[in-house]
């Protein structure tokens, strides 16, 4: 049986050598290759200031943290992301404050995020969901006329772009994952941006205790002092190594993750049991995370068996999201925190979508192969 995988990292020779040279080095992490790997993650952006961490969830942590967000304050989240965009918000003592999302792009509802706002808001998270960039023009707008902070979570958008401008920009804070499954990785991993030095330079010393003296910098090994609180938030040089020889690939992974989500696109066409999430709009370039097939609402309920049979052929799929994030048993279990306003359109694409792999391990060939299995399927369960 012809197996194609939803996701898969690619890793070449170099990342193997490069990795076994880091393994064979004396240091493993306060070391020059995390360095290296933020200074190529800001050339790759083309601006600002980076500071790499263990992980995507710890990068939003730690932007709340340098942002001073905590007891008593509320951050505005989409009902339609991972579990982590809002953890990250309780990890610091806040409050995520559930909104929904625009039907035709799963992305934030600014109309929400504006009824949401109350005295206690310090700060919203955009999701730019499946890859594809928020409105940030009216969201900045909305900040700033409210005096609110802006965190970008860009777990999905490595290469997004609005305007020319890299995701994660744009905001105060940007914070990206190198998953497994993401564009590039690192194994585990994360990376914080910024437009303001300060702001990195602060959650550079958050993420690592807040020495007041870097492992470098102490005359006498061992002799420091702690002058803030501080986490463990850092990268390995393991994990830096692998991203340094990742982002050199990333431009061809991205050129390849979009012409396999046109080839897919042109192959299924317009159908009778729903449609693709667009991969694009005006003025902003698409990371092109994954294809997002929705069903039209009268066949949602059949949503699994569709998965479960594009399985059992041997293409792999996925679901993003599951569930409304504050329908979810941990959130539903705290009323203060699963309802504020109506999030129907979360509810909706988290029941209904099927997401399919564009990854640049895939070829037309195999996207051509997903189509015409799709159409399949949906005429065999839903005609």
Same mark, same amino acid.
């Given at each position: ?13 170099e990342?193997?050598? =490069?990795?076994?040279e880091?393994? &064979?080095s $004396?240091?493993?992490v306060?070391? $020059?290759r995390?360095l ?6 800001v =050339?790759?952006?083309?601006g ?7 992980s ?11 942002l ?15 579990? #982590?965009t ?5 990890s610091?003592g *806040? ?6 999302? &625009? ?16 005295p206690?808001t ?5 999701v730019?969901f499946?890859g594809? $960039?928020?409105?940030? &023009?009216?969201?900045?707008?909305? #900040?700033?006329?409210n ?21 994660? @920009?744009?905001g105060?804070?940007? =914070? ?5 499954a993401k ?9 914080? +941006?910024?437009k ?9 010393k ?5 020495y ?5 910098d102490?005359?006498? $090994?061992?002799?420091y ?10 990268? /390995? ?19 390849k ?19 693709l999430?667009?991969?694009s709009?005006?003025?902003?370039e698409?990371?092109? !995370? ?8 009268e ?5 699994n ?6 399985n059992?052929?041997g293409?792999?799929?996925s679901?993003? !999201?599951?569930?409304? @994030? ?8 705290k009323? *203060? ?5 109506? !999030?129907n359109? #979360?509810? !909706?694409?988290?029941? /209904?979508?099927i997401? @399919?792999? +564009?990854?640049p ?9 997903? *189509?015409?299995?799709?159409? *399949?399927?949906l ?5």
């Amino acid at each position: 049986m012809r197996k194609i995988e939803f996701a898969r990292p690619i890793i070449g020779e170099e990342e193997k050598q =490069a990795v076994m040279e880091c393994l &064979n080095s $004396p240091q493993l992490v306060h070391g $020059p290759r995390s360095l290296e790997f933020e200074e190529s993650f800001v =050339a790759f952006m083309g601006g600002g200031f980076a500071t790499s961490t263990s992980s995507a969830t710890t990068a939003l942590q730690l932007a709340y943290l340098t942002l001073g967000i905590g007891s008593g304050d509320e951050v505005i989240v989409p009902s339609l992301t991972h579990v #982590a965009t809002a953890n990250a918000v309780l990890s610091v003592g *806040a409050k995520p404050v559930f909104v929904d999302v &625009n039907l035709h792009d799963g992305n934030i509802s600014v109309d929400q995020v504006i009824q949401a706002i109350t005295p206690k808001t310090k700060a919203i998270c955009v999701v730019h969901f499946l890859g594809v $960039p928020v409105d940030m &023009n009216e969201i900045i707008k909305v #900040a700033k006329s409210n005096d609110l902070y802006v965190v970008e979570d860009c777990a999905l958008a490595l290469g997004a772009r609005v305007e020319g401008k890299h995701v994660g @920009l744009i905001g105060d804070f940007g =914070a990206f994952s190198f998953y497994p499954a993401k564009h590039i990785t690192t194994g585990e991993g994360g990376m914080l +941006v910024s437009k303001e030095s300060d702001l990195i330079n602060l959650s550079k010393k958050i993420k690592a205790f807040y020495y007041d003296k870097n492992v470098g910098d102490r005359k006498i $090994p061992g002799l420091y002092d702690i002058v803030g609180f501080g986490l463990n938030l850092r990268m /390995s040089e393991i994990a830096a190594t692998l991203g340094i020889a990742q982002l050199k690939r990333v431009k061809g992974f991205l050129e390849k993750r979009k012409h396999n989500y046109e080839v897919l696109d042109q192959n299924i066409g317009i159908s009778k049991f729903g449609n693709l999430l667009p991969n694009s709009r005006s003025g902003a370039e698409s990371a092109n !995370y994954c294809a997002s097939f929705v069903l039209k609402p009268e066949f949602t309920e059949k949503r699994n068996t569709i998965a479960s049979q594009m399985n059992e052929i041997g293409i792999g799929t996925s679901i993003y !999201y599951p569930i409304a @994030l504050p329908l979810s048993t941990f959130y539903k279990s705290k009323p *203060a925190l699963s309802k504020t306003i109506s !999030y129907n359109n #979360a509810f !909706y694409v988290s029941n /209904s979508n099927i997401a @399919l792999g +564009v990854g640049p391990h895939l070829e037309d060939d195999d996207m051509r192969y997903i *189509a015409e299995n799709l159409t *399949a399927v949906l005429e065999k369960v839903l005609a």
